[in-house]
């Protein structure tokens, strides 16, 4: 696996072993770069236990990408290598249980050259701002992209905080709200061995290990707000 400093800083580097490498919360607290898987990587797994995430998987099937288009620095056989053909020759040692809702999904792939000339007029007047909006909606929601957080400094509506008030809203009576953000997650037990299966049959094959993040950022619970 590859990783990348925050905001997609050069300087990332290849994890060694197989273990999972966990950041410091501590660190991140007092300002340490922070360190993220590639997006490759993130995709690849995607590809595997789909977009849906571990909450939303009690819920619905799983929701898998069906394509996905680049735009630069494009080889047709080194894409679909990194995005989901290596998840195959890794998971060919140990396959997902055939009774298992989860499978490797192919992407079609394709290419859309980008206009050089504006491109670099984009890289140059960069913004931090992130929008997010849905069907319907008279506005949208900006965030500053470094914080993820909107300019007022309160927390996005697509924040792990107002996801899982929703969840929870979804789900009442039958969770307790004793039970955590991570707690919840570990109750989708056939994700969570989908996604450990991939990611020890990608360590195991490549060699390398897996980037986490701390533990403490899911140990919260639903707060009622109102």
Not at 53 to 69: E, F, R
Not at 139 to 165: H, P, Q, V
Request: hydrophobic share 35%; proline share 4%.
């Amino acid at each position: 696996m590859r990783t990348k400093l925050e905001s997609s800083q050069p300087g990332g580097h290849f994890i060694h072993g197989t273990k999972v490498v966990q950041i410091p919360y501590d660190g991140m607290q007092l300002g340490s770069k922070s360190v993220h898987l590639s997006c490759s990587d993130k995709i690849a797994k995607r590809c595997v236990i789909g977009v849906q995430g571990a909450l939303l998987t009690q819920l619905i099937p799983p929701l898998y990408m069906t394509g996905i288009v680049i735009g630069d620095k494009f080889s047709h056989g080194s894409v679909a290598r990194s995005l989901c053909c290596r998840s195959q020759i890794a998971l060919a040692g140990s396959q997902l249980s055939p009774s298992s809702i989860f499978d490797l999904h192919h992407l079609k792939i394709g290419h859309w050259p980008l206009n050089t000339k504006r491109c670099d007029q984009v890289n140059k007047a960069r913004t931090k701002i992130s929008m997010n909006w849905m069907s319907g909606d008279k506005n949208m929601e900006a965030l500053d992209a470094t914080t993820g957080r909107l300019e007022n400094n309160n927390s996005s509506r697509i924040s792990k905080d107002a996801l899982f008030r929703n969840f929870q809203l979804l789900c009442e009576p039958a969770r307790s709200p004793s039970c955590t953000y991570r707690e919840n997650k570990q109750l989708s037990k056939e994700y969570q061995q989908a996604k450990q299966i991939w990611i020890e049959a990608m360590s195991r094959r490549f060699k390398t290990g897996w980037c986490a993040k701390p533990s403490e950022v899911d140990e919260f619970l639903c707060v009622d707000r109102n």
